[in-house]
């Protein structure tokens, strides 16, 4: 059984950054790719950002490309996701997923990914 563990949500204000990291664990890691959805309240769930697990290869949501770095420790079968320039608007519930359907591509679509964490909440103050 995958485990998906998050950590690392709480409160900032805007302009000021957080960083989320997500631990794999259980079966021997073998997905392609994790990667970052949130849900806001009242909206749906979207995606952030995902990484390529054996190449690396990054791909961002257009609202957080800049300011949202995501990466990961291979050796530690963890992904971290750090936020900079926060706003408002990017006060959510974060989840973090893993899964991928190829090894050199960076998926982006919720039905690309096969296990979830239990989601970790990033509040953002004005």
């Known amino acids: 059984q995958v485990q998906l563990v998050e950590s690392g949500g709480g409160l900032v204000q805007a302009g000021g950054s957080l960083g989320l990291s997500c631990a794999h664990s259980?079966?021997?890691?073998?997905?392609?790719?994790m990667g970052w959805f949130r849900q806001a309240p009242g909206k749906e769930r979207e995606f952030v950002a995902a990484?390529?697990?054996?190449?690396?290869?990054?791909y961002y949501a257009n609202s957080v490309k800049g300011r949202f770095t995501i990466s990961r420790d291979a050796a530690k079968n963890t992904v971290y996701l750090q936020m900079n320039s926060l706003k408002p608007e990017d006060t959510a519930v974060y989840y973090c997923?893993?899964?991928?359907?190829?090894?050199?591509?960076?998926?982006?679509?919720?039905?690309?990914?096969?296990?979830w964490g239990q989601g970790t909440q990033v509040t953002v103050s004005s």
């Open positions: 997923a893993a899964g991928g359907r190829s090894s050199w591509s960076v998926p982006s679509r919720q039905s690309e990914f096969d296990y």
């Open positions: 990484i390529n697990w054996r190449f690396g290869n990054t």
């Open positions: 259980g079966r021997t890691f073998s997905s392609d790719a």
